[in-house]
């Protein structure tokens, strides 16, 4: 078999695979850069750090002939051309900043699964009619600077270029000038149209490792809603205080963190209620707490469900603080609208993994990635592997080689499936 | 009438009432020394500013003919000699440390209603059977030194002198060093018997403000357990992970939250539970909480009853450990006897009270006093009065001056009796 004089793609190619020890080599090559002595890595966006894990991108991509642009938030987007450039590329991508105690894989899988598809069709010499690309994001995790997934929201157009070059890290230093300083910092220009997008992760969850299954068809991302919300009772002495004449705020909170689990779990199987971020004022063992402040983030696949979750919570807030005589504020901080992605493109994922003999299921992406935001503006998908005990933002976040493996192959068949559905189309 | 003439006591004292104005005179007095900005007062233990206390209530009781004691742990005791000054000393008191933002009543009242009772008598020329005495105990407060009730706790034998001599503050300074320095470090010697303690104080509570009620005659005090309880759930992501996957921590904590308050209620009326203090790990938006460490406080009149609560609290959470798979540590961390007062000394609190013609009603101090150690050597009893909201350790704390010259009439009568009874007693 010489797929080499294959210059059509799907036919031929259907018997490739990725070279998953190199992918894995290439896992830890990267991992090295930013090392920490637990075995995680601490790169956070925008540092020399960063520059260096770029660099080394950047170097690679070039090896194997990709054109590599950067963009005006630093985004990098190496381009292997196809044999009807005019197309736009399929796409696939993720980031390589990590938490302050990140992990080798989230992010840094989606875009190293990326450049070893395109190391494959390169060694294959498989040409695809669409060109492909791999884009890595800048700053996902949001830790040194915010928004969190900050260069695809500015591709997508969730925030606009100036904002974001302003924002600035806790010693005062800005985007603009972070960006500069590492020579990332590319020509302003409009976002280029990309005909399709995948992003391969880790699962950051536990739902592929309880169910032993290898692929997560992901079928789209979770709407999110966050709040604040504050108990106003009153502080007083737990002794001499008898328990009739109390104002416990700590004791309404309590049902309300029972509460917003139940909301969730009245809208299974995806919809989530979390209070992450407890407040005890004045958090003395002997004082009954007269303020208790805590977070709350719902989550659902769909606007009606996440709207109803929002109107049952605002209803269990006022009828705690009517029967408790204490006023409860809410306060919606942050909402993430659900993202469905594209249906094409996840049958295309199910249908790679099938092909590819892989155990596979329908999930759900609890968390944002910047897939989320490209299904704003290009048809999306995410493919899914476990992680193990479902562990991320986390020096211990680990994953198996097989599996990472089979991932990079179901993205290798989605994408060659979409560039080569995208030069069957009249354009 | 001329009281002058009477030597005996009871008989011709029954029309005897303190000035109220000269009490509240002398509480402002006293406050000023450490006055805080907010109109609460900041005197902590053994400070310079204790030390100007001390003097000046040491200067008053001299004023009016009493003789000045110092012990070795630094308590004050002023005595007014009995016609038969061999038996023991009615005694009364409290403390003049405050909390950092302390208030002018909280101990103050104590020591001033005992003056107060004392100058009234000698303005009389009522002389009693029994010698009376004002009592100032060191640092009750335990905002510098711990333990706290230190002075009364060492007079009735709960700790050991050379133990709390040893305790240091938070630069290091010992207690020992402290006393030195302000020149209240006396003769080490034996406890000297006390005939019967009296303790006046405000109610630190909201029940007698409740009640529309000047007295409270205070039964007891009650016992306490203090506990730490951890939580060990798993951290994880709030987003991928689905609620039946989800180990949170802070969902049982909440569960315990509730129990607490139940297990106070089912000992009603005296019972108390209380959550005063969370600490949540990691405490973040969107992470589902891995360890949740919280404090309980149950008190109640009896052992018995605090057996009990003790039992079910620890059912509870192997419960609740046990439903949710998780490990649930409880350590207990004090323990405080519950403290029966004194039957015939209540009874001469209530007898004072209705004498008087004040509203009275029987309560239980559910916080620590220097008389619940007290009682440990001596019958002793507490009388009780309003303060405004129940707010004490706060430097809005606040009384009305026809309650305390209220309580310190209580206070009179009751010393009186008791050293009339005295006197008749055959020893």
Redesign the interface.
Same mark, same amino acid.
Request: hydrophobic fraction near 40%; avoid cysteine; proline fraction near 8%.
């Given at each position: 078999m010489d797929m080499r004089e294959s210059t059509s793609g799907a036919p031929a190619s259907a018997a490739l695979r990725v070279n998953g020890a190199r992918l894995w080599d290439s896992l830890m090559q990267l991992a090295r850069i930013g090392a920490t002595e637990k075995g995680g890595v601490c790169r956070l966006a925008l540092t020399e750090l960063d520059r260096q894990a770029r660099d080394l991108f950047v170097a690679w991509a070039k090896e194997i002939g990709c054109a590599v642009r950067i963009d005006a938030i630093g985004n990098i987007f190496a381009r292997r051309a196809g044999t009807r450039d005019d197309l736009p590329p399929v796409t696939t991508g993720s980031h390589i900043d990590t938490q302050p105690t990140g992990g080798k894989f989230d992010g840094n899988y989606g875009v190293l699964a990326g450049l070893e598809v395109l190391r494959t069709l390169a060694e294959a010499g498989v040409m695809t009619p669409a060109p492909l690309e791999v884009a890595v994001w800048t700053n996902e995790e949001g830790s040194r600077f915010v928004p969190v997934m900050m260069g695809s929201g500015v591709f997508a157009g969730a925030f606009t270029l100036d904002h974001v070059l302003a924002q600035r890290d806790r010693e005062g230093v800005s985007v603009r000038d972070a960006l500069e300083a590492i020579g990332y910092a590319g020509p302003s220009a409009a976002p280029h149209p990309v005909g399709a997008y995948f992003e391969a992760h880790i699962?950051? #969850?536990? /739902?592929l490792e309880?169910h032993d299954t290898t692929i997560g068809v992901v079928q789209g991302a979770?709407g999110?809603r966050?709040y604040d919300v504050s108990v106003h009772g009153m502080e007083? !002495?737990?002794?001499?205080?008898?328990?009739? *004449?109390r104002r416990?705020a *700590? *004791?309404v909170?309590?049902?309300l $963190?029972?509460t917003v689990?139940r909301i969730? %779990?009245d809208h299974?199987? !995806?919809?989530?209620?979390? /209070?992450?971020? /407890?407040d /005890?004022h004045p958090? &003395?063992?002997?004082? $009954?707490?007269g303020r208790v402040t805590l977070?709350v983030?719902l %989550?659902a696949p769909d606007d009606t469900a996440l709207t109803a979750m929002d109107s049952t919570l605002r209803a269990a807030c006022a009828a705690a603080g009517a029967k408790a005589g204490m006023r409860i504020d809410v306060e919606q901080v942050v909402y993430f609208a659900p993202q469905p992605f594209d249906p094409a493109l996840v049958e295309a994922v199910r249908a790679g993994a099938a092909a590819l003999g892989l155990s596979a299921m329908d999930v759900i992406?609890?968390? #944002?990635h910047d897939a989320v935001y490209l299904a704003r503006v290009a048809p999306a998908a995410m493919i899914f592997v476990p992680c193990k005990d479902? $562990? &991320? !933002?986390n020096e211990i976040e680990d994953a198996r080689p097989e599996h990472l493996e089979a991932g990079c192959n179901v993205l290798l068949h989605a994408m060659l499936n979409a560039a080569q559905a995208m030069g069957s189309t009249t354009r």
């Open positions: 699962e950051q #969850g536990p /739902v309880a979770l999110q966050w007083a !002495h737990a002794g001499p205080t008898p328990m009739e *004449l416990d *700590l *004791l909170a309590a049902e $963190i029972m689990n969730a %779990r299974a199987p !995806h919809g989530r209620g979390t /209070v992450g971020w /407890v /005890v958090n &003395s063992r002997n004082v $009954i707490p977070t983030d %989550r992406s609890g968390a #944002g479902g $562990i &991320s !933002h």
